[in-house]
């Protein structure tokens, strides 16, 4: 994961992408939308908020099975587990209703929102700040693989390797882990 370290708080790139497109639709909405600061201020708190509830919530519909078994997880809101559409859908139903007053404010919003979401998705997508995920050459590290059994990652050099690195804390995360297919001889390039 690519990450910038701020002192002891580690904020990641897609992070870090979110906090400046919401500060750039705060300078947006307040150089465009002519509202006033009670009404402004308001609005794009109340977005924030609900973006992010609605994120989680539509994340945690999306994989209800995995949340079945520690329904308390959904709480855990600084863990990773946020679906962006959701999101998006809940800042525009939230604008709608509170500039609801001010259409053609309402309708600046709705634009505004939608622009930097889609800013944000195009710099997801694209990293700009982010590094070189892709190794050249595997570590010298011992891992478990799924029986248990120790496994040296440069005994596999010249193999097809998938390290799948997931979070113990996380349901839908377990619930991916398990349902990988095992590799056979024959698969070959196919993974």
């Known amino acids: 994961m690519d990450a910038f370290a701020l002192g002891p708080v580690l904020i990641s790139v897609p992070r870090l992408y979110a906090i400046g497109c919401a500060l750039l639709l705060l300078l947006a909405a307040w150089l465009l939308l002519g509202l006033s600061t009670g009404t402004r201020v308001r609005w794009f708190n109340g977005l924030i908020l609900t973006w992010l509830v609605g994120a989680r919530l539509g994340y945690v519909a999306m994989n209800l099975d995995a949340y079945a078994a520690a329904p308390l997880d959904v709480l855990k809101l600084w863990q990773p587990g946020f679906h962006g559409?959701?999101?998006?859908?809940?800042?525009?139903?939230?604008?709608?209703?509170?500039?609801?007053?001010?259409?053609?404010?309402?309708?600046?919003?709705?634009?505004?929102?939608?622009?930097?979401?889609?800013?944000?998705?195009?710099l997801v997508t694209l990293v700009p700040l982010g590094g070189d995920m892709g190794i050249r050459e595997l570590p010298d590290v011992t891992l478990e693989n799924l029986d248990g059994e120790p496994v040296n990652l440069q005994s596999l050099r010249g193999e097809l390797v998938?390290?799948?690195?997931?979070a113990t804390w996380c349901p839908p995360a377990c619930a991916r882990c398990r349902c990988w297919p095992r590799p056979t001889p024959g698969m070959g390039s196919r993974w």
């Open 85 to 122: 559409i959701w999101g998006l859908l809940a800042a525009l139903i939230w604008t709608a209703w509170s500039l609801r007053e001010h259409l053609l404010s309402m309708i600046g919003a709705m634009a505004l929102t939608i622009g930097t979401s889609a800013l944000w998705l195009v």
């Open 162 to 166: 998938v390290v799948n690195l997931w």
